[in-house]
């Protein structure tokens, strides 16, 4: 049976569009790369890219050397969405982000790198070069489910702004985005989002 983040954290990679859930994020091990700029643009795409690419090769290295069957798992993104400390979801142009997906708890820095340089030799994308491999934990968060296009998603996020005020939460984690389809696979409307916030509380 396949292993995967989705069957295995269910509460954090699942959400509703009707209402805000209060989840525990754990500590995760992702491959990430790091970018600038409009996600329209060719670059946010090959990134997007090389880490499906070394996605796909870290699983079948795991399959090879260790029977190791799991998904892939979906697409994330950290958006630095601040001008000034003040929250800014629209501004795009210049806008930082930091492209992720997680991987085994097993893959370690030597494993990875070993991977990378396989793929890099193998694979026409220049950013696969660029990813790394960093564990990160969000801890306490809010989150909840945007259905449609991308550019609609500020309807949702002023949603989860609204609530954090609300019921007295700090804001303390990027905007974080996790894409639970293809948008080159499914139509605009049926795209499915979660957008998620680290937070303190009773502060």
């Known amino acids: 049976m396949k292993e995967g983040i989705r069957k295995e954290y269910k509460k954090q990679y699942d959400a509703s569009t009707k209402r805000i859930d209060v989840v525990d994020v754990p500590e995760f091990n992702f491959v990430m790369i790091d970018g600038i700029g409009n996600p329209n643009v060719e670059e946010f ?3 997007s890219d090389a880490l499906h690419i070394l996605s796909k090769a870290i ?3 795991f399959k090879q050397e260790m029977d190791l069957l799991y998904l892939i798992s979906p697409l994330e993104g950290l958006w630095d969405t601040y001008d000034n400390s003040q929250f800014d979801v629209t501004r795009k142009k210049m806008i930082k982000f930091t492209l992720m997906i997680a991987q085994p708890k097993i893959l370690d ?3 990875f790198e070993m991977i990378k340089e396989y793929v890099a030799a193998k694979r026409d994308n220049p950013y696969i070069v660029d990813a790394y491999l960093k564990k990160m934990e ?3 968060c809010v989150q909840m489910m945007h259905k449609g296009a991308y550019n ?3 309807d949702t996020t002023k949603q989860i702004m609204e609530y954090i005020t609300v019921q007295g939460m700090k ?5 974080h985005e996790i894409y639970l389809n293809d948008p080159e696979k499914v139509a605009t409307e049926k795209l499915k989002t979660i957008v998620r916030y680290a ?3 009773g502060v």
């Open 45 to 47: 795409k090959l990134k």
């Open 152 to 154: 609609t998603e500020i």
């Open 138 to 140: 969000e801890g306490r």
């Open 109 to 111: 820095e030597k494993t």
């Open 59 to 61: 699983k079948d290295y």
């Open 199 to 201: 937070i303190e509380e």
């Open 171 to 175: 804001l303390i984690g990027l905007h």
